[in-house]
């Protein structure tokens, strides 16, 4: 088969009766036989539709012309991917200033496996097994509509929503994926059959020209983008570039956008961020808008392996990732200009030789985080987002890392930022980490303030005392510091709040400042 040739003019007859009369197996599949034409200028979107239900209906993989360059046109149409497929070096130009649907993907990756029909009546945190067995490994959803959680708080305050948890039930009736919380009455099950057999989609370039659609009050998110629910599937060498922003546009919901499903690995792909909009908040005031070239959402066990970006300390770019009602997520490798859980993550939380820019690290939910190996350089070294309450029911662990607050900025570093004065009900009980363990940190802390004492562990929380507050926050019980070198030589000071200070039991394990060397000392 080769690339590049036109289609025959009984192509599309074809295309449209392949299913009621089988055909020869071909090796590949490729778009130019479906009528594609790589030449940049022709809509090749209607064509890669074809060419992948053909692949699909016969178990084919797909590849691309390597020299082409596919034009994604303005039509409401999604290619369904089911099967390998390989882009290589080929280039695809989406232009998104005038198009037929916004909300429409370009591209889905997607099981053939039809969902499974399960009955589950109860559920218990942190449940391992149930009492049925399946034909094959699910993963599956549940949600109550009657219990709210995430209820947020701030300028895009909402009233929460509806209690979730994702997990794979295996066939032997074990559950992995920690079960956040109880169920006495489960409204929604959804399960979907895990495929065995890994799907792969390797390369491509992908070039946006961004939207430019006015400024309404709200979010108005776009999608035309790859959209993953396919369980066990792993995305390599992806590459996508965002051209063309001006100063209107609404936000992206991810153009790697990987939703409900389980095991899925972004590996050595390459996002740009995009620029920060402004909107008017849920209570009219003005608020910057998030748009994401990556998202993830209800997925167990998501993965990012050497993903990178340029420009990670660039202020006029949004955070280039966003998740939410995650389970299990590890970055290794990975340059990024900001890693974030928004609506939680449960059981491991893991970010192992990254380098985190400008927006830094930020966290809600429960479990282990653990960050190793890396740079990081937020305002905070984690920040424990305050509009879902500053919770991590959990410990974290950091080893062998490196700190610049702030990009370097001149500032008053706070190490863990955490902000909850105990009068919001955010749904759940809050927590800062019940033990944090530091073994191996350096800290930048150079540019200061000539009043500067000291970086604090801690920001202030906020009220009198949050932990007798109408909605409590239950703050660190233990902090044990090893070999901590700051730049300034000054010792760390527990936190500006004189109550949080006395609270905390911190450990001093050979930690260095300077000339000076502690060991094993308690501090308050």
Not at 33 to 61: E, F, M, S
Request: aromatic letters at 10%; proline letters at 4%; hydrophobic letters at 35%.
């Amino acid at each position: 088969m080769s690339f590049g040739r036109r289609a025959l003019p009984f192509v599309s007859l074809f295309v449209a009766f392949s299913a009621a009369f089988p055909v020869e197996a071909e090796d590949v599949v490729a778009y130019e036989d479906y009528g594609a034409v790589g030449d940049g200028v022709h809509d090749d979107l209607p064509a890669i539709c074809r060419a992948h239900q053909h692949a699909n209906a016969h178990g084919l993989p797909v590849k691309s012309n390597p020299s082409a360059t596919y034009h994604l046109g303005s039509n409401a149409l999604t290619a369904i991917i089911a099967t390998d497929t390989d882009w290589s070096t080929s280039r695809f130009v989406i232009d998104d200033t005038e198009v037929e649907n916004h909300r429409k993907p370009l591209f889905e990756v997607r099981s053939l496996l039809g969902p499974e029909k399960l009955k589950i009546d109860r559920l218990h945190r942190d449940q391992k097994q149930l009492d049925m067995r399946l034909g094959r490994d699910c993963y599956v959803a549940v949600t109550d509509h009657k219990i709210k959680r995430f209820i947020r708080r701030g300028l895009n305050q909402n009233s929460g929503t509806s209690q979730r948890d994702c997990f794979i039930l295996h066939r032997d009736g074990s559950i992995e994926g920690d079960i956040d919380w109880d169920y006495d009455d489960v409204s929604r099950v959804e399960a979907r059959p895990i495929d065995e057999k890994r799907l792969f989609l390797r390369g491509g370039v992908f070039t946006t020209t961004a939207n430019r659609m006015k400024q309404e009050v709200g979010y108005n998110y776009w999608a035309r983008n790859v959209q993953i629910t396919r369980s066990n599937t792993e995305v390599d060498g992806l590459t996508h570039h965002v051209v063309g922003e001006t100063s209107v546009g609404h936000p992206y919901s991810g153009f790697i956008s990987v939703g409900s499903c389980a095991s899925v690995t972004l590996r050595n792909c390459f996002a740009t961020a995009h620029k920060t909009y402004r909107t008017i908040s849920a209570v009219g005031k003005p608020v910057s808008m998030g748009s994401y070239d990556y998202t993830a959402n209800s997925v167990v066990n998501f993965t990012m392996i050497n993903c990178r970006m340029d420009n990670i300390t660039d202020r006029t770019r949004w955070g280039v990732i966003g998740t939410n009602f995650c389970k299990n997520i590890l970055l290794e490798d990975c340059t990024l200009n900001r890693m974030d859980t928004h609506m939680g993550v449960s059981g491991s939380y893991v970010i192992r030789r990254c380098k985190l820019g400008y927006m830094g690290l930020n966290a809600i939910g429960r479990g282990l985080l653990s960050v190793e190996d890396s740079t990081l350089c937020g305002r905070a070294l984690i920040n424990f987002r305050s509009d879902y309450g500053s919770t991590w029911d959990g410990n974290v662990v950091i080893r062998n890392c490196r700190w610049v607050p702030d990009c370097g900025r001149t500032c008053r570093p706070q190490m863990f930022g955490v902000r909850n004065d105990g009068t919001h009900d955010f749904g759940y009980d809050c927590f800062m980490p019940q033990q944090i363990t530091i073994d191996g940190l350096y800290v930048d802390d150079s540019n200061h303030p000539e009043d500067y004492q000291g970086m604090y562990l801690f920001g202030d929380p906020g009220g009198s005392d949050p932990t007798k507050s109408p909605f409590p926050y239950t703050w660190c019980q233990k902090v044990t510091v090893g070999r901590l070198t700051t730049a300034s030589g000054k010792m760390p000071r527990v936190s500006p709040n004189a109550q949080l200070a006395a609270s905390v039991v911190v450990l001093l394990e050979g930690t260095t400042q300077g000339e000076t060397s502690k060991n094993s000392e308690r501090y308050d």
